[in-house]
């Protein structure tokens, strides 16, 4: 209500006030005791939020940004909404945001993407709090600002706890009262931290450590406190040496022993400097691996987001498929999903996943036949560093490592090169992994499931797939019908698909034309549900009428049956006929079973049984 009065324009991209050149350089002046006492609490803070994705902001009492500092990303991001030194965050110049409003109210708070008046800001989190004077006068606001996906609670206790402690320099009146809650509000944020967090000072002697810390070693604070760091961690003088010579050390994979247990981890390590630009401390943080790869799946899109929900069907035979997935969803055992493409192989291989006991783990997918050959083994097994040039700094781990505690969605299996079919079945025997130009045996626990449009007993026989993998991949094999075969669930596809697509495109939902139903009902849509899917949304497109001409793709399908069939004698019995009729399609196709069946109208399996049955061979 207020940023309404006040005439703030939801479109709005930067402040209506910002101050210019001699203007910032006099109101950094007569802010220079805030932004002096200030420093040091922000530079902590930003040693421990470091490479996480945030913005810190110091304001004046009026909101103006007297300092601003973060990760290079953000602070462009920033900086391209004139977020700069100089500009106003008041509500009367941008409207609702977590320094204007913290001020107005007197109070800390967090705002987080919609809560923010101006649409711009609702990519972020914002979490603020006045910084009060000695007579209890507000002389400014620090901020922590990060993206909306980040917010948490503990971000807003990490800059109460920064603001008092800022209070409580300039309050000497209570310092060490102060300095007591402000040190125990560190402790709790650290503690709360989802990773281990270790303070030493320059002679590697442990100061402090988080709970995660001590779980991690499995110790107790105790038995750590004032003890040599090189006690539990092995590359101390390495740390230490870092240090001295400024050289980056970040997201350093690492082995630690605990006992006769060895885990890898992942070691940031942030250096702590006097006035002077001694060191005198380190601040180490140990990540689990799999959180971090956890991460990483969470921000480039490795999960699955179908269920069982999203297979809309009411033929028989696709309900028997569902329930018989379900059944066997929580069996650790290898799938193998077979099927035409675009006969949702990935989405079953998702509701596979999300019903199983490993759906709070990744979900991994890669396409065997998208990736060129030279790069498949790193994509799957992962490199060292100095594995070869180009690499990334520090290795990269694949994606069996990335699906580790969750799935790994091998699709299109059929067009893997024969010398990586040793590899993966070397990992699918032995549940572990080597990256190239590694010596370590990484274990993983990972359920495959794979995928295919081929016939993978006729690759065998062709010398282009391995027998025993098929054996290893196909423990539960699942076929999923073509399109044309449950012509029942045609029409409450296209239903579902005309209202997704109409949402989607914000479109009111087309009338089709009574024509055009009956091509869509009589095409035998070779492209199957991802080609119907298509096609409605370009129908909606168009508001119901559509670029596609069915009549001649299904012509062109029937002239291609009638050229096969057009020199048979049907001067003979139905079952001579139905032999006849196979015996050209194969021959038309050189033996390539899918094809035939296609052209037949009838399922692989199907065609197999009738080639039996008339002791036809390829």
Not at 94 to 104: C, F, H, P, R, V
Not at 385 to 412: H, V
Not at 454 to 480: A, M, Q
Not at 520 to 546: A, H, Q
Request: aromatic content about 8%.
């Amino acid at each position: 209500m207020r940023s309404e009065k006040y005439g703030i324009e939801k479109e709005r991209i930067s402040s209506k006030k910002i101050l210019k050149g001699e203007q910032i350089s006099n109101n950094i002046r007569n802010n220079r005791g805030l932004l002096k006492i200030a420093a040091p609490f922000i530079k902590k803070i930003y040693e421990i939020v470091s490479g996480s994705g945030f913005l810190l902001i110091l304001t004046d009492k009026d909101g103006c940004i007297l300092n601003i500092i973060g990760d290079k990303d953000m602070l462009k991001a920033a900086k391209d909404m004139d977020m700069v030194i100089g500009a106003y965050m008041d509500e009367k110049s941008i409207g609702t945001n977590a320094m204007g409003t913290a001020i107005s109210e007197n109070m800390a708070i967090q705002i987080s993407a919609k809560e923010h008046f101006i649409n711009a800001y609702h990519r972020w989190t914002c979490s603020a709090a006045p910084i009060h004077n000695e007579n209890d006068q507000i002389i400014g606001t620090l901020n922590l600002t990060g993206k909306s996906s980040e917010v948490h609670s503990h971000t807003l206790g990490l800059v109460v706890a920064a603001v008092n402690s800022i209070e409580n320099e300039l309050n000497n009146r209570i310092i060490n009262n102060k300095l007591v809650e402000a040190y125990n509000y560190m402790n709790t944020i650290m503690d709360a931290m989802p990773y281990g967090v270790i303070a030493v000072n320059h002679e590697g002697i442990i100061k402090n450590l988080n709970k995660f810390a001590c779980r991690i070693f499995n110790i107790t604070e105790k038995e750590c406190q004032d003890k040599p760091i090189d006690n539990f961690l092995d590359n101390w003088q390495e740390i230490l040496r870092k240090c001295h010579t400024k050289e980056a050390y970040k997201e350093n994979d690492v082995i630690i022993r605990v006992g006769e247990k060895k885990e890898r981890y992942s070691e940031d390590i942030y250096p702590i400097e006097n006035e002077e630009g001694e060191l005198i401390g380190v601040v180490i943080t140990i990540k689990e691996i799999q959180r971090v790869y956890n991460l990483v799946n969470k921000y480039s899109g490795m999960n699955a987001k179908y269920t069982f929900d999203d297979l809309i069907c009411e033929d028989r035979e696709m309900k028997r498929i569902i329930s018989f997935a379900k059944t066997i969803s929580l069996s650790p055992s290898t799938v193998l999903l077979q099927g035409e493409s675009g006969t949702g192989k990935e989405v079953l291989a998702q509701s596979i996943h999300n019903y199983s006991s490993k759906k709070e783990g990744p979900f991994v997918a890669i396409n065997c036949g998208a990736i060129p050959k030279n790069l498949i083994e790193s994509e799957l097994f992962g490199y060292e560093d100095g594995s070869f040039t180009g690499g990334k700094k520090g290795g990269r781990p694949g994606k069996f490592e990335l699906a580790n505690g969750g799935t790994l969605f091998l699709d299109e299996i059929g067009e893997m090169p024969l010398d990586m079919q040793v590899n993966l079945l070397r990992v699918l025997q032995e549940r572990c992994v080597t990256r190239i130009g590694g010596s370590r045996y990484i274990p993983i626990d990972v359920r495959i499931i794979a995928a295919t449009n081929k016939d993978l007993k006729e690759e065998i026989e062709k010398g282009t797939f391995r027998n025993d993998l098929y054996y290893r991949l196909s423990v539960i094999p699942i076929k999923i019908p073509p399109l044309r075969e449950r012509k029942i669930d045609l029409d409450i596809l296209l239903k579902h698909f005309l209202e997704i697509k109409s949402y989607k495109l914000k479109k009111d939902i087309p009338n089709i034309d009574e024509n055009l139903y009956k091509d869509i009902m009589s095409y035998s849509w070779p492209g199957n549900v991802r080609e119907l899917e298509n096609f409605v949304e370009n129908i909606v497109n168009l508001g119901g009428s559509t670029s596609f001409n069915i009549q001649q793709q299904a012509m062109n399908t029937q002239v291609k049956n009638d050229f096969i069939f057009d020199n048979l004698d049907y001067t003979c019995s139905l079952e001579e006929l139905e032999r006849r009729a196979i015996i050209a399609c194969l021959e038309k196709f050189k033996g390539n079973v899918s094809k035939s069946a296609d052209t037949l109208g009838i399922s692989r399996n199907t065609l197999y049984t009738k080639m039996k049955k008339y002791k036809i061979n390829i």
